[in-house]
């Protein structure tokens, strides 16, 4: 058996990736995919519980095809889908019923879309309350130890550490205990409204980059990325009072590899259009790599299906032994 530490990830496949995805998410998994056993899903069930989808496969495949286009490699990771292992929907049935519904009400991502709507409207589903849940079994499932994420997900890892440590707590060391990895440059925000995340489900199209932008696209969007009216332009990092230019720098900083003083000190000289212009052409460049291996292979239904059928096989066996002793303890089996 293999002695490397376990990791597992997953995205929500409610639309095609951005580059917050990237560097938040996708750019972590490849960094470590060689150092541990990873498992890097898709996660379908969790889209639903925000949307009703009539193309939830197609996405699903988007996906699949972006993360290999990312440089996710599908010979050395395990790489499935949610909804084809079913121990995942059992998990998160069991676990509910030693989670108290009072802890979920506190969940951010529950709240914000509570705030957002109000609890009337028929877009607060019960799976969005429970949503937590399903997050937790994803990760338990694999005995994952390691779990990266952006910044956004950290109060679901904690969640996730909490029902572990309780379950553990009555029945024994049935779950390990997972661990976040935490991208270091925090979030990427919205393009047009920089105090917010960037989100591939946001309604307006031009506070995120697609993945599968086209070039004059990305031009135009980050051209009209919000910065403030500093005169003389500051190309300073300092989220508190110039969020949009340190949103840039975030992202010239993690894509050219190079530290934000660094930035700072060479674009000390240049303005803000000049920068976006940089910024621009920096994502264009990692875009175009992207892109080309992207549409090389998602007509290939069969290849991708493939990709899948063997991880979900593989998944399943490593879930299946989780769930057994979990009914085990409990006294079903
Ligand atoms: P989601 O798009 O919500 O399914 O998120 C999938 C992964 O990407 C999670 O690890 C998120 O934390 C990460 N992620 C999503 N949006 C951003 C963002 N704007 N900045 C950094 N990480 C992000
Ligand atoms: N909730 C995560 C997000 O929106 C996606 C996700 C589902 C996930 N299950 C997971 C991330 C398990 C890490 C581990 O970003």
Redesign the pocket.
Known sequence: MSTKNIV?????PSNNLTIGNYIGAIKQWINIQDSYKCIY?I?DL?AITSNNYSNLKVLSLNTLALYLACGVSPDINIICLQSEIVEHSQLHWILSCYINWNTLKYMTQFKNSYMKYNYLSNKITVGLFTYPIL?AS??LLYQTNY?P??Y??KQ?LEFSRKVARNFNKKYGNIFTIPQPIIAKIGKITSLLNPMRKMSKSDSNNNNYISLLDEPELVIKKINNAITDSDNPPIIKYDLKNKPGISNLLNILSVLTNTSIINLENDLNNINYTQLKKIVASEINNILFKIQKKYYSIRNKEKYLNNILISGNKKAKTIARNTLNRVYKVINIK
């Open positions: 597992f990830s997953a995205i929500q899903c996660a969790h997050m994803d990760i779990v994420v952006g956004d997900q679901h």
